[in-house]
């Protein structure tokens, strides 16, 4: 393979995904009033259920600390998750298993690009304009919080890893949707077990301590309670780093897995239908 | 009585063909029955965590809001077997045009448009709402005996509750391209409902006993059979669910008006 043909394959490999973020970003705004609905429902209810709970457990039942956190700290900590919760988001793991269940996966592999890699190319193109949108606000509210930019920066940095982790363990549980005829149930499973153990319900630091191990052994802390640490400087920026570390780790240990899911399923693979 | 026997005699024959072909994906089933299981021990866990931290939220101690949890999958249960796919995929059968077929159809199209798929997963979480209320019963100041019948009735009510929210939600179909959104949107607001209503501020307490009633699918019909419900609570639940009702079916026919049979 001479140089040219390098830089042209490289060129094609930057090329596509540029354009499969593009294409996500353009199919997200163009239903303007859903993309506001969804952002809405998915950002503000959860925030205002949680700020409410908080108020009535310190405001009508007149506690002065919940494990160990004040009112102040819950409330901060709630309109952080805020922001960060946005970025965990989306639903890509659904759409496999639907390309799986309904044979349109076959129009992807007919494609030179990676099935997994496009379709998360395309989502990203929606994150992408939800991440801008919350990083404007998280900066702009920092000029009014103890919050300081870079460590805004730092905690988007890692939901961003968490972004990918997210991803990567739809990716490699929707292969199950190659064995069952609808593995739609496990994604809800997974989905229910995130919004507990990823700290978007609750501060982790709220279960009890002898059931701690639970929440440190799975990544999911990584995507809305890890990030949000950060940003309010319950991390340092050495923690940071081996938070950083450990979401990497996690990123590579699943894609060897769902190298390893994905190739033995699409042995069994027989493009029905699409 | 004779439309009431076709009615019911069309709900049979729906309820046998989801039977069939809910029973075709084995694995499937017992996997939406174990996911669902998993979501009941998770809503448990958010209120274990709560009260291993608290004695009482507003008045409500740790065995009331799991006797509320109880009476709340119960109803809420009922609603996935009976309507939780059809409402979920309502906004399809405007979207590609599948109404045309239910409009032609000799029996009303907003029944055939809310009674198409059913769910038999959940049968078994219906007896693990039971058992809540069971187990936490007693500590709640719930007796058994006869009782019993209230809590049906009173899951039934909450059953209805949900019916009418989850359809005026889904009814703006008819003015979206892609319904989904609001679909979603009902689910956030949903968490309202998982909560007893007394833990929230007055505010809250009246919106979701009002404008967005989700108190009436597991809240008040807990107070309810408990004898803690308030006759402003009825009041509401009457209101509320009625205007809900007349509601519901002036955005249907509206609706109806605006839809362009988009696949004929």
């Known amino acids: 393979m001479n140089d040219s043909e390098i830089s042209s394959r490289s060129w094609w490999a930057l090329e596509w995904r540029l354009a499969a973020i593009q294409n996500g970003m353009r199919d997200a705004i163009a239903y303007r009033l859903e993309f506001l609905l969804e952002i809405v429902g998915s950002a503000a209810v959860p925030v205002i259920l949680q700020l409410v709970l908080w108020y009535s457990i310190f405001k009508t039942s007149g506690a002065t600390q919940f494990a160990g956190m004040t009112y102040q700290e819950l409330i901060s900590y709630t309109w952080m998750t805020l922001l960060f919760s946005q970025i965990r988001g989306g639903d890509l793991d659904f759409s496999l298993i639907e390309m799986i269940r309904t044979g349109t996966l076959n129009n992807y592999l007919l494609r030179p690009v990676g099935v997994i890699q496009f379709i998360y190319m395309r989502g990203l193109g929606e994150r992408i304009l939800i991440v801008t949108l919350c990083l404007g606000l998280g900066i702009l509210s920092t000029a009014f919080s103890s919050v300081s930019p870079f460590q805004l920066i730092l905690g988007m940095l890692l939901a961003l890893v968490g972004n990918v982790i997210a991803f990567m363990i739809g990716a490699a549980l929707s292969s199950v949707a190659f064995y ?50 950060v940003a309010l400087g319950k991390w340092s920026a050495s923690e940071w780093a081996v938070q950083m570390g450990i979401g990497l780790a996690w990123i590579i240990g699943l894609s060897l897995v769902i190298k390893l899911l994905w190739g033995i399923s699409m042995k069994r693979y027989q493009g029905l239908g699409g | 009585m004779k439309t009431f026997r076709y009615y019911l005699s069309i709900f049979g024959v729906i309820l046998k063909n989801n039977f069939v072909s809910d029973f075709i994906y084995r694995s499937n089933f017992f996997a939406m029955t174990f996911a669902d299981l998993i979501w009941i021990l998770l809503e448990a866990s958010f209120f274990q965590i709560i009260y291993s931290n608290i004695n009482a939220i507003n008045g409500w101690t740790r065995p009331q809001v799991f006797f509320f949890l109880g009476v709340f999958v119960s109803s809420e249960t009922l609603f996935t077997i009976f309507f939780q796919r059809t409402f979920w995929r309502f906004p399809e059968l405007i979207n590609l045009g599948d109404l045309d077929i239910l409009l032609t159809k000799p029996a009303n199209a907003i029944f055939l448009a809310c009674v198409r798929y059913f ?8 007896f693990l709402g039971f058992w809540i209320i069971h187990h936490f019963g007693a500590e709640a100041g719930f007796t058994g005996g006869l009782q019993w019948f209230s809590v049906f009735f009173w899951i039934t009510v909450g059953l209805l509750a949900q019916v009418l929210l989850r359809f005026s939600f889904v009814v703006w179909s008819f003015w979206l391209e892609r319904g989904f959104a609001v679909s979603r949107l009902y689910y956030q607001f949903y968490s309202l409902a998982n909560k007893p209503d007394g ?59 605006r839809y362009q049979s988009a696949s004929s």
């Open chain 1, 180 to 229: 069952w005829e609808n593995a739609f149930a496990a994604l809800m499973v997974k989905n229910m077990i995130v919004s507990l153990l990823s700290g978007e319900l609750l501060p982790l630091t709220l279960i009890p301590h002898q059931y701690s191990w639970i929440w440190k052994a799975t990544p999911f802390y990584l995507f809305v309670f890890g990030p949000t640490q």
């Open chain 2, 119 to 126: 769910n038999f997963s959940q049968v078994s979480n219906l």
């Open chain 2, 199 to 257: 833990i929230y501020p007055v505010f809250f307490r009246y919106l979701i006993k009002s404008a967005l009633p989700f108190a009436f699918i597991g809240s008040v019909p807990a107070q309810a059979v408990l004898g803690k419900a308030t006759v402003q609570d009825y009041l509401l639940l009457v209101g509320s669910l009625g205007t809900y009702t007349v509601l519901c079916l002036f955005l249907w026919r509206r609706g109806l008006q």
